[in-house]
């Protein structure tokens, strides 16, 4: 589980998660519902506000994998950039609406 947080796409604290999903894929020998309840308590502590959800996957062979998703951020610094940089955007389009307006009364003004 551990693992699985630290391989996140995207740097965030499992706090600020409202939802979270875990899977576990393993062979099917190596899997029983108190790995899987264990893992789900333990997310819990991770993201103590999340809606946790569980999957199973059970094949013939190889290695147990955790994967985790984690929804519903709160707080994210790469979101923030992403809201700051949308906004910017939005005030430098509604001024060069602003100026291609005034600039087009001008030339029928001509």
């Known amino acids: 589980m ?15 998660s409202k939802r979270a999903l875990y899977l576990v ?13 264990e ?15 569980t999957g199973d ?3 013939e062979r ?3 994998d955790v994967t985790v998703i984690l929804s519903e951020l ?8 992403y809201f700051s940089r949308t906004l910017n955007l939005i005030a430098a389009l509604r001024r060069d609406t602003r100026e291609w307006k005034n600039h087009k009364s001008e030339l029928m003004l001509a």
């Open 2 to 16: 551990d693992e699985a947080i630290s391989g996140l796409s995207l740097k965030c604290n499992p706090v600020d």
């Open 25 to 37: 894929s393993a062979p099917a020998k190596e899997m029983n519902m108190d790995l899987i309840k």
């Open 39 to 53: 893992l789900g308590t333990y997310l819990k502590t991770l993201a103590p506000e999340a809606v946790i959800r």
């Open 57 to 59: 996957y059970p094949r």
């Open 62 to 64: 190889g290695s147990l």
């Open 74 to 81: 709160s707080d994210s610094e790469k979101i923030r950039n």
